[in-house]
């Protein structure tokens, strides 16, 4: 793109834009917005929360994923962030984290919709068999790469609602079409506690490279 058009893209017209580098050519910019702002103006912005609570494995997850997201249309479903919040606590130091992967390509999971809530005010979706995004609990995967993230949690404390945390994960992870985001949690028992947990992602008209 020639400095010309740099300018119009940026400015609308013919200004002059000052353009900075520093001594290894390292272009420096300056944000005027507060960061995601653009791409929540966008509107597709969207946060999930599982709706029903669940215990926590004690070991590395395999092959079943508490939450999937399988992306059924053409676009990237690109992750910001990633969060988790304890509804039943327990006199045990827990310990929480969560773990998630990006599959391979593979079938669409059986639906168990979770909604899809807006990040800039639109109208929530709840998922079916054919949308965009569709949503499955507890379903049968096959492994590829589960990873750690975050630091995880812990407290004493009774059966009460108790802590939470969300990840940046700031497009770290994304979900071509034809594949799924899957998440798990761990702690240290697995009974004497029980946890929501969720994403949030924006649509982005992108494809990943061959």
Same mark, same amino acid.
């Given at each position: ?86 509804? $039943?606590?327990?006199?045990?130091? #827990?310990?929480?984290?969560?773990? !998630?992967? @990006? /599959? %391979? &390509?593979? =079938? ?66 994304? $979900?071509?079409?034809?594949?799924? #985001?899957?998440?798990?949690?761990? !702690?240290? @028992? /697995? %009974? &004497?506690? =029980? ?16």
């Amino acid at each position: 793109m020639g400095i010309q058009k740099f300018k119009q893209f940026f400015t609308g017209g013919n200004e002059e834009v000052a353009v900075g580098a520093d001594n290894q050519k390292n272009q420096l910019i300056a944000g005027g917005n507060p960061s995601y702002m653009e791409v929540r103006r966008r509107g597709e912005g969207y946060n999930v929360l599982t709706s029903a609570a669940f215990a926590a494995l004690t070991a590395v997850p395999t092959t079943v994923t508490r939450l999937e997201m399988y992306n059924n249309g053409s676009r990237l479903a690109v992750v910001s962030d990633l969060h988790l919040w304890r509804l $039943i606590g327990s006199a045990v130091g #827990l310990g929480e984290n969560i773990w !998630a992967m @990006v /599959t %391979t &390509a593979k =079938a669409i999971p059986a639906l168990t919709a979770q909604t899809l809530f807006s990040m800039s005010g639109k109208p929530s979706i709840v998922p079916t068999a054919t949308s965009e995004m569709v949503t499955g609990i507890g379903t049968t995967i096959i492994a590829n790469g589960w990873q750690a993230y975050g630091v995880g949690a812990a407290y004493l404390g009774a059966t009460t609602p108790g802590t939470g945390f969300h990840v940046p994960i700031d497009g770290k992870l994304i $979900i071509p079409p034809g594949t799924s #985001l899957c998440l798990q949690v761990t !702690a240290s @028992v /697995t %009974t &004497a506690a =029980a946890f929501h947990m969720g994403v949030t992602f924006d649509w982005v008209n992108a494809t990943v490279e061959a």
